[in-house]
């Protein structure tokens, strides 16, 4: 984990405003000078004039071609920002690769890699906690990428869904936190109900398998368990159970750690069917 390194930097937690723009849909906001991060996409930035930003995180599978090329891997959502007007002195990346025990070695590994009309640069950047600092930025769509070779634990995101006319049956989704790929979980599951919460505190190994064990449960799809990857589609875990309480441990297949565990109790499910016997 990544819990000792320290993120002291005091930054003014910004609502933006969701706009169309050519068909895509971005966050505008307008800020004095200061320090500001967006609480939509944790994007930062530092500015010392009045400035009006858009942006918004792309699909980032079309840069798939290129990273296989150069034996790379995406780390961090695929950033697209344009300044309206102002001008900005630095910007704060999100990424969801942890630290822990690797921060000297990532530190000196991960590149920002930005598509620009002349082709794609790479450049070296500076790597905070959850962040990639950049100084003096100018912007085309914009990533951080490291080396296949780095073997990283990265910081995911947790949706947990129910049919609402069904016994219980549950879609459980972990997946890197990308803006992205939660919206595509999201509108596939728009005709279920949202389980709030939280995300796991502890990182998952990409590109490892994993089991989800649920004591109990009827049934537990699928049952070779799921690698994670950010080239696809997030995945789920398909869960049948006529249980009050359920019980949730994420398991790493290839040492049997543990690396997450949770509980839904009755309560949680009799919020979805207040009516059921």
């Not at 919460?197 to 490892?208: A, F, G, V």
């Not at 950010?230 to 995945?235: A, F, I, L, S, W």
Request: net charge negative.
């Amino acid at each position: 984990s990544c819990v000792h390194i320290a993120d002291p930097d005091q930054w003014v937690q910004i609502e933006p405003l969701a706009c169309t723009d050519e068909g895509a849909s971005k966050f505008r906001v307008s800020t004095r000078p200061g320090r500001y991060e967006c609480v939509r996409t944790r994007m930062r930035w530092v500015c010392d004039c009045d400035i009006t930003l858009q942006y918004h995180t792309v699909d980032g599978r079309f840069l798939d071609a290129e990273l296989a090329s150069r034996k790379s891997n995406r780390i961090a959502p695929v950033m697209d920002v344009t300044v309206i007007s102002g001008k900005l002195e630095e910007v704060h990346l999100p990424h969801y690769a942890c630290l822990g025990e690797s921060e000297a070695s990532l530190r000196d590994a991960v590149k920002v890699l930005s598509v620009k009309d002349k082709g794609i640069t790479v450049k070296p950047v500076q790597l905070t906690r959850f962040h990639a600092k950049i100084v003096q930025p100018s912007f085309s769509p914009t990533t951080l990428i490291t080396s296949e070779e780095n073997q990283l634990e990265e910081h995911c995101d947790l949706l947990i869904y129910m049919r609402p006319k069904a016994s219980r049956i549950l879609h459980v989704y972990f997946f890197p936190i990308d803006d992205c790929a939660k919206q595509k979980v999201q509108k596939e599951e728009e005709s279920n109900v949202s389980i709030p919460h939280p995300r796991p505190d502890r990182p998952i190994r990409m590109k490892t398998p994993h089991i989800l064990d649920v004591p109990g449960a009827s049934s537990v799809h699928p049952r070779e368990g799921i690698t994670l990857r950010r080239q696809t589609d997030p995945n789920f875990f398909k869960i049948i159970t006529h249980l009050d309480d359920l019980q949730m441990t994420l398991i790493r297949e290839e040492d049997k750690k543990n690396v997450w565990f949770a509980t839904l109790v009755k309560d949680d499910f009799d919020q979805i069917h207040p009516q059921r016997d």
